[in-house]
């Protein structure tokens, strides 16, 4: 059995392999700070080396920010691509680490050891496990199993401008049969998952403006329209007394639940009340009759995101605000259409707003949903694999937060995308003190181990 | 015609009369900020010299804040009480005053002569017109016409703090049959107006928390309530589509206005359009089929003056917001009870707040509408001489905002006020460049003159 034979070089080689791991996370990679423009350049240069040391021939991109990282290997079997991404979150505050963010420790932890510092699990420990586990494979094989491409982005963290340039530029290049993308979670620390339908994005933003300056309320009050009134009014208006949102067409696109998937998931004991409970909640919110993993991963949703008006400092001033906005947010999912939306979802705000008032409206993004081809069979033999390596079966699930990535290349190059990742809840990525688990790098270098095996 | 005799005397002496004022106002009393102390008592004791003067046995009254002024001269006749006060707002921002706000100056304006400077309209012009009319009848008579006591205040522009206390504790001292108030001002230049109805105030802060943190709504949008949505949909329900105030009970105790004070509103030719026209809106708002000027003086409102939550910064992010918070306001008219109204009000928003949402009200004060009793004939007196006086008839009118003081005086002395004022729209009080015009300063004070010869 070849595959044991990998399988236990990727044990036997862990201490190598998170000693590597640390030289990255070394590299104080922050892609949102300027002043760590050449930390970015050094992380991808470490990796254009160590992808060499595998045999792969990579280089860097330049592009206007942080260079791409581009590796390519092999010639026979189908064309997989693997993305990640070398750049990490800033650390302030600062003062918040127990240590060095830049000076990454093995630790113990309550659920065994862990990896801490800033990026081990977004995405540099993540991004490992695979050139990991196709180091082990090249050590049993001799070569890797398939034709690769790497692909590494080092502007993940600060909204990605240099990618979707780069992907058409370079379609012909990173144009694969499969991409897969490290950057995701497990659905819990027993059970793998592979996410197969990320909700999109719509955000707007609606300013409503009454009076041409603020008025004293007891000069005014009453004969003057009040833009604050106007807009809870309109804000109220989006969602029914069933939760279901009022804009027209809005469910247009979006899909029930596969049956198979269904299963899937209530087999998950995911815990609702533990879910909700961990925040203070405990009742399910949005439409009425669907349950809270429903609601977060396969149900398009409208939020308010902000909001303001008049005064709200301390005390109290009785104004009468010229002006009041709000930042309202669609999560996607199926096939509901973005800009079909915006439109309907201006024309009823306008609809809402009376003749003294006017409204201006920003955007601030749209992305449609990404559903992945699950009826492709690489995806259950990936699912298989995965069922594998962990105690529980592996299963397709929903992500509540949208992951632009996988749409990019469906749209751009034409490649669908699995998502697999092994992070957990607790790794507080974006926050301080950064961990991944050391069964997460293991346990993840072991899983694609056995994806590559069950792909090719 | 001992009444032309003293109208000629206070023509004859506007020279001194603005000189004097001018004296005043060079005074810098800014009650709010405490290196203005000693100029407060140094207003306070340029009164008491200048009531002296006028044979008015005055003295300072120290309190925890600024001294209060009382004088108190005859015995014979109607007691009135007369109430003004000598503090001033605020400069800022300096640079904004075409000249020092204390050096001030009789300057040419479009509509003839204006006294510029801080405190010309607001409130030393308005109470030396009453110091002046009692002067020009000493000259006259000898002796002024009745039993007066002069009250003046240094705390109005600081919230009064010390007012209550004082009025409590010397309630005897300063009882009397009316008070006058000079503090408010004319319909417009050709129309002078009796205040007999002042708006009454309530003021209450919602703080709707959900989640016990800020949360990602895209992990959680969906499955996890939203307090702005909670907030804005309560806000929403405050009032109907016919612009009525949905709290249980709250019409209760709104009187229709009377058919004689409606007839005088309807003469004063107020012209809603100009009015709502200068803050750029057209429509009336608020109860439908009521007009501008009844639902600022008359009718009771409900205002949001301010809201918030989550995240109002520039862009976008998508939270999920733990609070979210409004400063909403009530106009009361009649007799409301704003104990009673504030009761039903927080009722009705606690229905409203869903099983896993909590809410927690700021209470930020209360004062019952104060409704004058203009069925005292010395109304109609004062009436008809400020009618002798001006262009135009003279009107009762309401008054949009609250002006406490002659709450308390009703409620504390049991004294009645008829609220008399010369100020103009344009006399920017509270604003730079603060003005009086030389003709309110000058028929204001005959305007007094006659008041007392149709009082006594």
């Given at each position: 059995?070849?595959?044991?034979?990998?399988?236990?070089?990727?044990?036997?080689?862990?201490?190598?392999?998170?000693?590597?791991?640390?030289?990255?996370?070394?590299?104080?990679?922050?892609?949102?700070?300027?002043?760590?423009?050449?930390?970015?350049?050094?992380?991808?240069?470490?990796?254009?080396?160590?992808?060499?040391?595998?045999?792969?021939?990579?280089?860097?991109?330049?592009?206007?920010?942080?260079?791409?990282?581009?590796?390519?290997?092999?010639?026979?079997?189908?064309?997989?691509?693997?993305?990640?991404?070398?750049?990490?979150?800033?650390?302030?505050?600062?003062?918040?680490?127990?240590?060095?963010?830049?000076?990454?420790?093995?630790?113990?932890?309550?659920?065994?050891?862990?990896?801490?510092?800033?990026?081990?699990?977004?995405?540099?420990?993540?991004?490992?496990?695979?050139?990991?586990?196709?180091?082990?494979?090249?050590?049993?094989?001799?070569?890797?199993?398939?034709?690769?491409?790497?692909?590494?982005?080092?502007?993940?963290?600060?909204?990605?401008?240099?990618?979707?340039?780069?992907?058409?530029?370079?379609?012909?290049?990173?144009?694969?049969?499969?991409?897969?993308?490290?950057?995701?979670?497990?659905?819990?620390?027993?059970?793998?998952?592979?996410?197969?339908?990320?909700?999109?994005?719509?955000?707007?933003?609606?300013?409503?403006?009454?009076?041409?300056?603020?008025?004293?309320?007891?000069?005014?009050?009453?004969?003057?329209?009040?833009?604050?009134?106007?807009?809870?009014?309109?804000?109220?208006?989006?969602?029914?007394?069933?939760?279901?949102?009022?804009?027209?067409?809005?469910?247009?696109?979006?899909?029930?639940?596969?049956?198979?998937?269904?299963?899937?998931?209530?087999?998950?004991?995911?815990?609702?009340?533990?879910?909700?409970?961990?925040?203070?909640?405990?009742?399910?919110?949005?439409?009425?009759?669907?349950?809270?993993?429903?609601?977060?991963?396969?149900?398009?949703?409208?939020?308010?995101?902000?909001?303001?008006?008049?005064?709200?400092?301390?005390?109290?001033?009785?104004?009468?605000?010229?002006?009041?906005?709000?930042?309202?947010?669609?999560?996607?999912?199926?096939?509901?259409?973005?800009?079909?939306?915006?439109?309907?979802?201006?024309?009823?705000?306008?609809?809402?707003?009376?003749?003294?008032?006017?409204?201006?409206?920003?955007?601030?993004?749209?992305?449609?949903?990404?559903?992945?081809?699950?009826?492709?069979?690489?995806?259950?033999?990936?699912?298989?694999?995965?069922?594998?390596?962990?105690?529980?079966?592996?299963?397709?699930?929903?992500?509540?937060?949208?992951?632009?990535?996988?749409?990019?290349?469906?749209?751009?190059?034409?490649?669908d995308s699995m998502l697999i990742g092994f992070g957990l809840d607790d790794d507080q990525i974006h926050s301080p003190n950064e961990k991944y688990n050391m069964s997460s790098f293991h346990k993840g270098t072991r899983s694609w181990a056995r994806i590559l095996a069950a792909?090719?």
């Open positions: 059995m070849t595959l044991e034979k990998v399988l236990s070089t990727i044990d036997d080689n862990l201490p190598a392999a998170t000693e590597r791991l640390m030289e990255l996370l070394r590299i104080p990679s922050i892609s949102t700070d300027p002043a760590f423009h050449d930390a970015c350049e050094a992380a991808a240069d470490w990796l254009v080396k160590d992808l060499a040391s595998l045999g792969v021939e990579a280089r860097k991109y330049p592009t206007p920010g942080k260079s791409m990282v581009v590796g390519h290997v092999g010639d026979r079997g189908p064309h997989l691509m693997f993305y990640g991404h070398y750049d990490v979150q800033p650390v302030d505050p600062l003062d918040l680490w127990e240590r060095d963010p830049f000076d990454p420790e093995v630790q113990d932890g309550p659920d065994g050891p862990v990896i801490r510092g800033r990026g081990a699990a977004d995405d540099k420990g993540q991004l490992m496990t695979f050139v990991e586990a196709c180091r082990a494979w090249k050590a049993v094989h001799g070569s890797l199993p398939c034709r690769l491409t790497f692909f590494f982005e080092g502007e993940e963290e600060s909204g990605s401008p240099s990618l979707i340039p780069f992907l058409k530029e370079h379609a012909d290049m990173l144009r694969a049969d499969l991409c897969l993308i490290c950057d995701t979670g497990l659905f819990d620390a027993q059970t793998p998952a592979i996410t197969t339908m990320l909700r999109g994005l719509l955000g707007e933003e609606i300013i409503i403006t009454g009076p041409n300056k603020d008025l004293h309320s007891g000069l005014f009050g009453g004969a003057a329209i009040n833009p604050v009134h106007v807009l809870t009014r309109i804000l109220a208006g989006l969602r029914d007394e069933m939760g279901r949102i009022t804009v027209p067409g809005f469910y247009d696109g979006v899909p029930e639940l596969p049956k198979d998937i269904q299963a899937q998931w209530e087999q998950l004991g995911f815990d609702a009340a533990e879910f909700l409970g961990s925040v203070g909640l405990s009742v399910p919110a949005g439409e009425a009759g669907r349950s809270a993993l429903e609601m977060v991963w396969s149900r398009p949703t409208c939020e308010i995101n902000g909001i303001i008006g008049g005064y709200t400092g301390d005390g109290f001033k009785t104004v009468l605000p010229s002006k009041a906005s709000a930042k309202v947010s669609f999560r996607l999912v199926g096939t509901q259409d973005p800009h079909a939306l915006r439109k309907a979802f201006r024309e009823q705000v306008r609809a809402g707003v009376p003749a003294d008032c006017t409204v201006e409206f920003k955007e601030h993004g749209n992305a449609p949903a990404s559903v992945m081809p699950t009826d492709d069979p690489a995806f259950e033999k990936a699912r298989l694999a995965l069922s594998d390596e962990w105690p529980r079966p592996a299963a397709f699930i929903g992500s509540g937060g949208s992951i632009p990535i996988a749409g990019y290349f469906q749209d751009i190059l034409g490649v792909l090719t």
